[in-house]
């Protein structure tokens, strides 16, 4: 059988061929047995389909429905998941924007491509007097002696 | 057909509601719920085999419509733009299933072929047992389909939706409808045939 037929055969059980057609197909069935026992099969096959009947609408059904509508109404008519579409894309663009605008910007920084010095930490954290910041120059003696095992001298 | 789409939007009075829905009034949405729940029930139960789980489907489905109903263009019928979400949330609902069982090791035989216990209609305790094997094998048959021939074979055949209807809930074309209902129905032969020889077998060696 070909897969022509086969759609064909298929829209005649389920009343989808026009009616011209059908008939056609009708003629077809009374003059070839093979395809008469293809349409026979098909139909066997579609009527053993049976399910359970549906179970009933549970009492309250409406009710839970609407409990969870007013809920989520009360709880955040702001919130992400009931925010309309566009609202969810511009937000979702904006963010994707701002990523690649960072990137860009933190690329073209001049200040990343400096290799950090202690004596750049150091005078990173000078104030406006120019006097040194104690804590600061305590905390680099802390971390050279912790990395080196107290054996180096620490920086002022 | 824009026509007729336009024609649906007037004579289905749901548009409206969710027209009022989207404007702040909640409380528009109980008629729209009231009316299309029997069937969204039906549709969930029938895709994900199991009563208690279609319930919960079928009630995240209303609440994503309500979510939704502020972004819904009036087209067409709105049962229609209902199934279309509750087909996805129950194709969803099965391939996390799917994941979960593979997680777990579960038999491959195991998969999608959940529990269920209908209603009890049958008077006769004989045929009420035939009935049970003939939809344990329905249900099997269907679960052991590829996603999308489920869900065009559930539609057509037990939902008695059209191929038209089918290709605007599924969003594919009538065309698309036709053959994944074709592929379904030779996969269902080739099980039936198969549970027959498995049966009379069974019943020889008695």
Same mark, same amino acid.
């Given at each position: 059988?070909?897969?022509?037929?086969?759609?064909?055969?298929?829209?005649?059980?389920?009343?989808?061929?026009?009616?011209?057609?059908?008939?056609?197909?009708?003629?077809?069935?009374?003059?070839?047995?093979?395809?008469?026992? %293809?349409?026979?099969?098909?139909?066997?096959?579609?009527?053993?389909? &049976?399910?359970?009947?549906?179970?009933?609408?549970?009492?309250?059904?409406?009710?839970?429905?609407?409990?969870?509508?007013?809920?989520?109404?009360?709880?955040?008519?702001?919130?992400?998941?009931?925010?309309?579409?566009?609202?969810?894309?511009?937000?979702?663009?904006?963010?994707?924007?701002?990523?690649?605008?960072? @990137?860009?910007?933190?690329?073209?920084?001049?200040?990343? %491509?400096?290799?950090?010095?202690?004596?750049?930490?150091?005078?990173?954290?000078?104030?406006?007097?120019? &006097? %040194?910041?104690?804590?600061?120059?305590?905390?680099?003696?802390? @971390?050279? &002696?912790?990395?080196?095992?107290?054996?180096? &001298?620490?920086?002022? | 057909? *824009?026509?007729?789409?336009?024609?649906?939007?007037?004579?289905?009075?749901?548009?409206?509601? #969710?027209?009022?829905?989207?404007?702040?009034?909640?409380?528009?949405?109980?008629?729209?719920?009231?009316?299309?729940?029997?069937? #969204?029930?039906?549709?969930?139960?029938?895709?994900?085999?199991?009563?208690?789980?279609?319930?919960?489907?079928?009630?995240?489905?209303?609440?994503?419509?309500?979510?939704?109903?502020?972004?819904?263009?009036?087209?067409?019928?709105?049962?229609?733009?209902?199934?279309?979400?509750?087909?996805?949330?129950?194709?969803?609902?099965?391939?996390?299933?799917?994941? +979960?069982?593979?997680?777990?090791?579960?038999?491959?035989?195991?998969?999608?072929?959940?529990?269920?216990?209908?209603?009890?209609?049958?008077?006769?305790?004989?045929?009420?047992?035939?009935?049970?094997?003939?939809?344990?094998?329905?249900?099997? *048959?269907?679960?052991?389909?590829?996603?999308?021939?489920?869900?065009?074979?559930? #539609? +057509?055949?037990?939902?008695?939706?059209?191929?038209?209807?089918?290709?605007?809930?599924?969003?594919?074309?009538?065309?698309? +409808?036709?053959?994944?209902?074709?592929?379904?129905?030779?996969?269902?032969?080739?099980?039936?045939? *198969?549970?027959?020889?498995?049966?009379?077998?069974?019943?020889?060696?008695?």
């Amino acid at each position: 059988m070909t897969s022509g037929t086969e759609h064909e055969l298929m829209s005649l059980l389920r009343g989808e061929l026009a009616a011209e057609e059908a008939r056609e197909l009708r003629a077809r069935l009374r003059r070839e047995p093979e395809l008469a026992a %293809d349409y026979r099969r098909l139909e066997q096959t579609w009527n053993r389909l &049976e399910l359970p009947p549906p179970s009933p609408v549970p009492p309250g059904f409406t009710g839970r429905i609407m409990a969870r509508v007013r809920s989520e109404r009360a709880s955040g008519s702001l919130s992400w998941s009931s925010a309309p579409n566009w609202v969810r894309a511009t937000a979702a663009a904006s963010l994707l924007a701002g990523a690649l605008l960072g @990137i860009g910007v933190g690329r073209s920084w001049p200040a990343a %491509d400096a290799s950090p010095t202690p004596e750049g930490a150091i005078a990173g954290l000078k104030v406006s007097s120019g &006097e %040194d910041l104690s804590l600061a120059a305590g905390y680099w003696k802390l @971390i050279v &002696e912790s990395t080196t095992g107290g054996e180096t &001298e620490a920086r002022p | 057909m *824009a026509t007729e789409s336009v024609t649906a939007a007037a004579v289905d009075p749901g548009w409206e509601a #969710l027209a009022k829905v989207a404007a702040g009034n909640a409380d528009a949405f109980a008629p729209l719920v009231e009316s299309h729940q029997e069937r #969204l029930l039906r549709l969930c139960e029938r895709l994900l085999g199991d009563a208690e789980e279609a319930r919960d489907a079928a009630q995240d489905v209303f609440l994503k419509a309500y979510r939704k109903a502020a972004d819904v263009r009036p087209q067409g019928q709105v049962y229609t733009w209902l199934y279309r979400i509750a087909v996805n949330h129950c194709l969803n609902k099965l391939r996390r299933r799917k994941l +979960v069982r593979f997680l777990r090791l579960d038999a491959p035989g195991d998969e999608d072929s959940p529990t269920f216990d209908p209603l009890d209609r049958a008077a006769d305790p004989a045929s009420n047992l035939e009935a049970r094997r003939r939809w344990q094998a329905t249900r099997q *048959a269907i679960g052991k389909l590829p996603e999308n021939q489920r869900s065009v074979l559930v #539609l +057509v055949r037990f939902e008695g939706l059209s191929y038209r209807q089918v290709a605007e809930v599924l969003g594919i074309t009538e065309g698309a +409808v036709e053959s994944r209902l074709v592929r379904a129905m030779r996969r269902l032969e080739a099980a039936q045939e *198969a549970e027959s020889s498995r049966v009379s077998s069974a019943e020889g060696k008695r």
